[in-house]
């Protein structure tokens, strides 16, 4: 596949920011030739059991953001994530900036929209977010030009976003000796997130990849970065030529043993919003448990 916004000499700064209640990684990546940034896959805390929000994630994203003296021109959303929650909204609010994610969002919102048993109010046309990503749109950030390639598997919204020489997964592929993320929630499906991770691998050797949630498998230290050469050697689930039939077999084995998320009911209801919580008809922040709807 030809990508014709690809330019590995444009080598944006990436930091990544790990949260241990969720094994996210979230990414400020910062613009070599100007103050420009953007973050990408931002975490906002939640006691679930208290029914209590904070926002010591965000506000470290907030402060490194202020303390350099950048611009925040995105707040990128790779999928819409069912193991956390978003702190778009939040970081929008203190720093501004485009909340950007997948078109296919609105696939998402009324599947979703369903199963919370949402009402007319709640909107399924994807306009709680700045901009809907199709397959190869583009964006800039300073003078650095973004791309999105569409990677439906995991779910039908997902995105990889390629930024001069690096590319960030959000679920679709992990570190090499993890493999690749599930693809059983509603709306995912193992055979195209096989070919959604083969797209993603013409991508150059020499590319740079981020991935989205890192869980140090056999004790070793949490990481997120690889490339794409390693990922098309080493991975897993996909390297070294396994076919599409053999990581259907495989994958649709191994989601039947997984436990849901912890965080799946208040992600999904946060996160379909562009990160804004739900409301009660009297105003207040409430979330629903829908039963036996998953």
Known sequence: ?????????????????????????????????????????SVLDIDYAA?????????RLIAEIQEHQLTLEWII??????????AAPYIQQK??????????????????????????EFQRDGSQFDALFEDGDTYTIGN??????????????????VIGNAAFAGDTLFMPDSGSARSDFPGGDAGQLYD?????????????????????????????????????TDNIHVGSGQTREEFIQFRTQRDAQLAMPKLIIPSLQVNMRAGEIPRDENGAPMLKVPINGL
């Open 51 to 59: 029914g209590r929000i904070t926002y010591e994630s965000a506000d």
């Open 196 to 232: 959604s991770i083969q797209k993603v691998l013409t991508l150059p050797d020499e590319m740079r990849l981020f991935i989205c949630h890192d869980y140090g498998p056999d004790g070793r230290a949490i990481a997120w970065e690889s490339t794409i050469g390693e990922q098309r």
């Open 1 to 41: 596949m030809a990508f014709a916004t690809l330019n590995l000499s444009v080598k944006p700064e990436v930091e990544g920011f790990f949260d241990e209640v969720s094994n996210t990684i979230c990414y400020l990546v910062k613009d070599p030739t100007s103050n420009a940034c953007a973050i990408l896959d």
């Open 95 to 120: 720093l501004g900036g485009k909340i950007g994610v997948g078109a296919r969002i609105k696939e998402i919102q009324h599947t979703f929209g369903k199963i919370f048993n949402e009402g007319t």
């Open 77 to 86: 959303e790779t999928h819409v994530h069912a193991d956390h929650l978003s």
């Open 144 to 161: 650095m030009t973004a791309f999105v390639i569409a990677t439906p598997g995991h779910t039908p919204a997902c995105m990889v976003h």
